[in-house]
């Protein structure tokens, strides 16, 4: 996030966005999206400068879990690395099971 602050002519100011949603392998899926809207329901934790917005809803799925930017051979993405709200998941990590 921040070489992207630092790199790009930005209007506004990006936030990471995680929510989840209903699919994927295991039922739910996480979705991440730069945003630079803030809405009334919107929980807003920041480390290091870098913001991570989650809505009301979405935040019952992923309390207490940690997102990391991960580099891997075949992909370089934003993954939940932690979630102690998921039970299990899939092998790609981007779809869980909620306890």
Known sequence: MKELH???DLKGEKMLRVSVEGG????FQYNF??????N???RVFEKEG???????VSYGF???AKVD????L????????TNPNAEGGCSCGSSFTVK
């Open 40 to 42: 009334p329901d919107d």
């Open 24 to 27: 994927g392998c295991s039922g």
């Open 69 to 72: 930017y991960v580099e891997e």
């Open 74 to 81: 075949i992909r370089s993405s934003f993954m939940v690395t």
């Open 33 to 38: 999206t730069l945003d630079d809207n803030r």
């Open 62 to 64: 992923v309390k207490g």
């Open 6 to 8: 630092k790199g790009e």
């Open 50 to 56: 870098i913001k991570v917005v989650v809505d009301s």
